[in-house]
């Protein structure tokens, strides 16, 4: 019976080292299980924890960290001022070990600023405040003041052409300087005609200024005139209503733009009725047209209609 116990204990040591050879020789990456604890961690001590291999006797072991103490009521040692740092302690509640913190250092206490350097227009100044507890001081930049500047006189008047200038001087340093002074806009007197406006031809006309005698020329038509190119307007939208409905405009009359199809219904209208063909809608035109159209259509030129 002995002799049975001792062979199959045999053969189940023989089997263990054959499984283990067999993880080395074919170089096969080892299959572990769980860890098992052996050690819980505490606050005062690592834990530890082994795993095998499922088929070999290989093993690995990990150590588990202290776990942090619990701590109980703080008890302050040393008062924080702000100049060092103050301590505290407690004792943990687990293992009574005592543990100590440090408490921040407390604020300075500054009291009023004084100044221990005017400032200047061009130069900062500077101020101090001291703590009223430890005496530590701290210094502060005050921004310079800049210039006040007065008008002393004007140097030189300026014109339409030419700008002037004057003198200031700073009411606290009493330093001068030249400041430019804007040119002045032109006074122009009454438009003088040198060629009035005649058929699709612009007139021109001229003005000058009062104060340093430029003259400025422009291409004109007489007031009220609507022509091609011109900026889009609520009067070129009644124009073209009114050439629309007296059978002359197809167009659209959204835009409110002059373009060379209104200025071709114009020419057919002044032709119709006797005028040059300039497609320039002039006042004598447009009179035209609308007396005509508030005969036909039983409307006024603002679009009411006759009751």
């Not at 834990?47 to 088929?55: A, E, I, P, V």
């Amino acid at each position: 019976m002995k002799r049975r116990i001792y062979a199959a204990l045999v053969l189940a040591a023989m089997a263990l080292l054959l499984a283990s050879a067999a993880c080395a020789e074919d170089h096969v990456d080892h299959t572990f299980g769980s860890y098992r604890t052996k050690r819980s961690a505490t606050c005062t001590q690592t834990g530890l924890q082994f795993r095998y291999c499922t088929g070999c006797d290989h093993w690995e072991k990990r150590e588990l960290p202290k776990l942090p103490h619990t701590p109980g009521e703080w008890e302050i040692i040393t008062e924080p001022t702000c100049t060092a740092k103050g301590m505290q302690q407690t004792y943990c509640t687990e293992c009574g070990s005592r543990v100590r913190k440090s408490i921040d250092m407390l604020p300075h206490t500054y009291g009023e600023m004084t100044v221990v350097q005017e400032p200047t227009c061009t130069a900062n100044g500077k101020g101090q405040y001291t703590c009223e507890v430890c005496g530590k001081k701290k210094s502060v930049r005050i921004d310079k003041l800049g210039h006040e500047w007065e008008e002393v006189e004007v140097s030189k008047e300026p014109t339409c052409k030419a700008y002037g200038s004057s003198e200031q001087v700073c009411l606290r340093c009493e330093r001068t300087q030249t400041v430019r002074i804007d040119k002045l806009e032109h006074v122009w007197d009454e438009w003088v005609i040198v060629k009035e406006p005649g058929g699709k031809m612009k007139g021109v006309r001229e003005r000058t200024c009062t104060l340093c005698g430029d003259q400025t020329t422009e291409h004109f038509y007489w007031e009220g005139t609507l022509y091609e190119d011109m900026a889009p307007s609520e009067d070129v939208i009644l124009l073209q209503e009114m050439l629309r409905d007296l059978g002359y405009y197809s167009g659209s009359i959204r835009s409110g733009k002059f373009g060379a199809l209104t200025g071709k219904a114009v020419a057919k209208y002044q032709k119709d009725h006797g005028l040059e063909e300039t497609q320039v809608a002039d006042p004598d035109t447009l009179e035209l047209i609308k007396t005509e159209w508030e005969k036909t259509s039983g409307a006024d030129a603002s679009g009411a209609q006759s009751g």
